[in-house]
């Protein structure tokens, strides 16, 4: 069965970091371009990270550059989202994503598969 598998998240104090992980079943990761999102209620889900498996660049959503790392591992087939220097803004739920099209900017524009979301809450 093809499904992406999320870890990671929870409560985090402004400021801290916390690292998301995105396990992949039935599928290999180093064949698809990788994208991230995130979703608060209300509002729609927006791309946080696209990365081409092309060249292996990513880009980033502006307000998260410089504190988001996105990488992946071929020899566990896992991405990883790293977050950074948190602010209660950052508050979401946080999917990964994969598909064989090609990333706009940050965000990945076809999604072929989903992870099931993992909150990340920023809080005092």
């Known amino acids: 069965q093809l499904q992406l598998v999320q870890s990671g998240g929870g409560l985090v104090q402004p400021g801290g970091s916390v690292t998301l992980s995105c396990g992949a079943f039935?599928?290999?990761?180093?064949?698809?371009?990788i994208g991230w999102f995130r979703q608060v209620p209300g509002k729609e889900r927006e791309g946080v990270s696209c990365s081409r498996v092309s060249d292996g660049t990513t880009q980033y959503l502006g307000s998260v550059k410089g504190r988001f790392t996105a990488s992946r591992s071929s020899a566990s087939n896992t991405v990883y989202l790293q977050l950074n220097n948190l602010s209660p803004e950052d508050t979401a739920v946080y999917y990964c994503?994969?598909?064989?099209?090609?990333?706009?900017?940050?965000?990945?524009?076809?999604?072929?598969?989903w992870g099931q979301g993992t909150q990340v809450t920023v809080s005092a």
């Open positions: 039935g599928l290999t990761l180093a064949s698809y371009n």
């Open positions: 994503a994969v598909g064989t099209y090609q990333c706009s900017a940050y965000e990945l524009r076809i999604v072929h598969y």
